[in-house]
């Protein structure tokens, strides 16, 4: 007996399924999954964990209503083809293939992959004897200083924004400090001042970001090194994103505050200005 695959419609040898680079799974963890096991032909509590992939699909805002997935169809044949007394299956549905981009396509076709292994045996002395833990902190999804491509809660934010009519979203702390945009950082003008969030485990340390201060630094801009609250950016005199494929962008909107004028900024713009002198070429 051999493990097995489902892969878009066809069961095959895993070493058969291949994926491409392009999908968003792969890409930015754009996917959801769910483990069953089954004794003999019989999953159990398949219902329970169907229902629970269907929550995470809507959490992850992927409607495969109209591709017609019978997960319960799927299940069911390769436990069969598998053949083990007792099968581990892995479901697992991204949001489809689409050349890197944060904000994904309403179009995509979901990629739906399935594995069937036997289940592991637990070695009988553990469950004998007991086994030992160690208390960590929860630190999952945190570490926003990795630059990691698990960026679903990025990629959720950037489509609610667009959904909304806003070019991008800039992530808060629950204390009301801002962070940083979906794939950039954030800088705001108050008075004669620079703000950006200080480096920490909350924002990546965007090389743009490192940048510009020190561009700010040549051209003698004072920098505020206190956080920067949703309200002071909201009231600020310029606010701009950086990242190496913007560079600086002029935010003039934010949430239903206009920034000053409604045009960018005579800082951001000299700043811009100093930023592109920088450039080998
Ligand atoms: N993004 N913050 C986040 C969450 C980012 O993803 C990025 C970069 C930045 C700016 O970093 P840098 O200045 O080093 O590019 C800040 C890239 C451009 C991306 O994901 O496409």
């Known amino acids: 007996m051999q493990e097995l695959a489902y892969f878009n419609g066809r069961f095959c040898d895993p070493a058969e399924a291949t994926i491409s680079i392009n999908d968003r799974g792969f890409q930015y963890a754009d996917s959801v999954y769910e483990v069953v096991v089954a ?11 169907l229902a629970r992939l269907q929550r995470s699909l809507e959490l992850i ?9 019978n ?8 436990i069969e083809r598998a053949g083990f007394d007792r ?9 489809g293939v689409q050349p890197r981009a944060h904000v994904y396509a309403d179009d995509l076709v979901p990629t739906v992959i399935a594995t069937f292994r036997p289940k592991p045996v637990i070695d009988p002395a553990m469950r004998a004897n007991g086994v030992s833990v160690v208390t960590v902190d929860d630190t999952r999804r945190a570490h926003c200083e990795a630059k990691a491509t698990s960026l679903l809660p990025n990629i959720l934010a950037i489509k609610k924004a667009k959904r909304e009519g806003f070019h991008d979203a800039v992530f808060v702390s629950p204390s009301g400090q801002v962070r940083e945009a979906t794939s950039s950082n954030i800088f705001a003008v108050c008075g004669p ?13 965007g090389i743009t970001r490192k940048y510009i201060l020190q561009c ?18 909201e009231s600020a005199d310029e606010v701009f994103l950086s990242s190496s494929v913007l ?11 206009t920034i000053a004028d409604g045009k ?10 100093c930023f592109l002198e920088g450039l080998p070429v």
């Open 216 to 233: 700010a630094k040549r051209i003698e801009v004072p920098l505020d090194q206190s956080p920067l609250t949703v309200s002071k950016l």
């Open 39 to 49: 004794f003999g032909a019989q999953p159990f509590c398949l219902a329970e964990h």
């Open 87 to 95: 099968t581990m299956i892995y479901i697992q549905v991204t949001r």
């Open 71 to 78: 997960f319960e169809a799927i299940v069911r044949e390769g």
């Open 264 to 273: 960018p900024g005579p800082l951001t713009t000299r700043l811009h200005k």
């Open 61 to 69: 805002d992927l409607d495969i209503t109209p591709h017609n997935i």
């Open 193 to 205: 001042a620079l703000l950006t969030p200080a480096r920490s485990s909350s924002i990546l340390h």
């Open 247 to 257: 560079d600086i962008l002029p935010v003039t909107r934010v949430n239903d505050k």
